[in-house]
Nanobody, 123 residues
Framework: QVQLVESGGGLVQAGGSLRLSCAAS????????MGWFRQAPGKERETVAV????????YYADSVKGRFTISRDNAKNTVYLQMNSLKPEDTAVYYC????????????????WGQGTQVTVSS
């Protein structure tokens, strides 16, 4: 397993931008598929974006395509989520997740999680 720490959340007006960061520790971190997930009050955790260990494959939920970009810097053990054109419905706690090796976009297959960071978008 790896240890994950998210940062970068906050309060922003609709149409604004935020960049989330997830710092990871662990010798084999670069072998992990990484994902960003979010959970709004009263809703289930949903997959927002996923990136493969090489960065060559990415996945985005339909609701964020064209607005969010996931990236990773394996030299810095960090994965990012650039969020542009934010909407009030993007308000949620955002979690970073890690899954060793094999690709998956299903949250229940991820075995390491950060503590979460709150993103609030005001209208």
């Amino acid at each position: 397993q790896v240890q994950l720490v998210e940062s970068g959340g906050g309060l922003v007006q609709a149409g604004g931008s935020l960049r989330l960061s997830c710092a990871a520790s662990g010798r084999t971190w670069s072998r992990y598929t990484m994902g960003w997930f979010r959970q709004a009050p009263g809703k289930e955790r949903e997959t927002v974006a996923v990136i493969s260990w090489s960065g060559g494959n990415t996945y985005y939920a339909d609701s964020v395509k064209g607005r969010f970009t996931i990236s990773r810097d394996n030299a810095k053990n960090t994965v990012y989520l650039q969020m542009n054109s934010l909407k009030p419905e993007d308000t949620a706690v955002y979690y970073c997740g890690a899954k060793f090796s094999r690709w998956s976009v299903a949250a229940d297959e991820y075995d390491s999680w950060g503590q979460g960071t709150q993103v609030t978008v005001s209208s």
